[in-house]
T-cell receptor, first 110, second 116 residues
């Protein structure tokens, strides 16, 4: 069983839609949870970071962590064509070596 | 502030040859990481430097890979001899403080390595 599972998609939505991305994990020691966004031919860029369980909101983005279910989510409201990218979940128990999901490719059409 | 830079952006070599990848972290960042993404797989951790010392090299696949970080500044990752399965995108990341439980890792654009 992989440590982090993420559906690679692709996911296609119209502009303005609410997007839900998620990952499941198996290692209960993970306590730092991140969402990265990666545009084509670029490196991953941190979008959201959450420590332990709970919700975090930043503009149109909301990250949720449910440690009891080993499940994390990223919600994007009012999605825009500029949100088209690959979204990677990542997590770590140590704060250093990140364990990534495969990434979900999102396409938002105008 | 300049971001993490990597050189070259793309390298194509023959099996058995040697390749050296370079990473320049953000100035002042103590932590430097190497990751690799093989086609179809997730990004995987290779190793972590704190300044010039290897803190964690648990992800290095085998002894054909050698990483160094001269004077705690830039880092090189040498693959010798390269094999077909080494093809992928090699990412470097850096973060600011050593000894802090978590701080944001900033990624470079990656080096795309193709071994023929």
């Amino acid at each position: 069983q992989k440590e982090v599972e993420q559906d690679p998609g692709p996911l296609s939505v119209p502009e303005g839609a609410i997007v839900s991305l998620n990952c499941t994990y198996s290692n209960s020691a993970f306590q730092y949870f991140m969402w990265y966004r990666q545009y084509s031919r670029k490196g991953p860029e941190l979008l959201m970071y959450t420590y332990s369980s709970g919700n975090k909101e930043d503009g149109r983005f909301t990250a949720q962590v449910d440690k009891s279910s080993k499940y994390i989510s990223l919600f994007i409201r009012d999605s825009q064509p500029s949100d088209s990218a690959t979204y990677l979940c990542a997590m770590t128990s140590t704060g250093t070596a990140l364990i990534f999901g495969k990434g979900t490719t999102l396409s938002v059409s105008s | 502030e300049a971001g993490v830079t990597q050189f070259p952006s793309h390298s194509v070599i023959e099996k058995g040859q040697t390749v050296t990848l370079r990473c320049d972290p953000i100035s002042g960042h103590d932590n430097l990481y190497w990751y690799r993404r093989v086609m179809g797989k997730e990004i995987k951790f290779l190793l972590h430097f704190v300044k010039e010392s290897k803190q964690d090299e648990s992800g290095m696949p085998n002894n054909r890979f050698l990483a160094e970080r001269t004077g705690g500044t830039y880092s090189t990752l040498k693959v010798q001899p390269a094999e077909l399965e080494d093809s992928g995108v090699y990412f470097c990341a850096s973060s600011r403080w050593a000894g802090v439980t978590y701080n944001e890792q900033f990624f470079g654009p990656g080096t795309r390595l193709t071994v023929l």
